[in-house]
C-alpha cells in the first residue's frame, strides 16, 4: 500500500469522525447508525497504519493489489449497509401508509358522529 493512500485513509477517517461526532452533538444523528460509520472509520485506520494486515487479507482473497481490496471492501460493507437501510426504509413506509390510514378512518368517523350529533339537535 502506498503512503499517499495510507494518507488518505487516514485523512479520510479523521474527517468521518469528526463529522459523525458533530451530527451527534447537533443530535442530528442517531447513535446506533454513528457506531457504523466510526467502526467504519476505524477500519480504515486499522488498513492504514497496519498495512500488513490489508496485504496479507488482500493476498488471501485473491486481489491483484492491496488498494483493489481496500476499495472493494469498503463498497461492499457500503453496499450491505444500503441493504440495511432501504429495509429500514421500507419498514418505515409500511409503517406511515399504515397510520395515514389509520388517521383517515378516525377522521371519518369524528365527521360521521357530528353529523349524527347535528341531525339529532336539528330533530
Known amino acids: 500500500m502506498t503512503v499517499l493512500l495510507r494518507g488518505v485513509l487516514i485523512c479520510v477517517s479523521i474527517l468521518l469522525t469528526c463529522y459523525v461526532l458533530r451530527k451527534i452533538r447537533h443530535s442530528k444523528m442517531k447513535i446506533e447508525d454513528s457506531i457504523f460509520w ?3 472509520a476505524l477500519l480504515l485506520v486499522a488498513f492504514s497504519l497496519f498495512p500488513r494486515l490489508a ?6 482473497v485473491g486481489t ?3 488498494a483493489n481490496f481496500i476499495f472493494a471492501f469498503m463498497i461492499f460493507i457500503l453496499l450491505v449497509k444500503v441493504f440495511f437501510q432501504s429495509i429500514k ?4 413506509e409500511r409503517r406511515m401508509t399504515e397510520l395515514i390510514q389509520a388517521f383517515a378512518l ?7 358522529e357530528e353529523e349524527l350529533k347535528r341531525e339529532s339537535h336539528q330533530e
Open 38 to 40: 466510526v467502526m467504519f
Open 55 to 60: 496485504d496479507f487479507v488482500s493476498r488471501m
Open 64 to 66: 491483484y493489489s492491496t
Open 89 to 92: 426504509i421500507s419498514q418505515l
Open 106 to 112: 378516525d377522521r371519518e368517523e369524528k365527521q360521521e
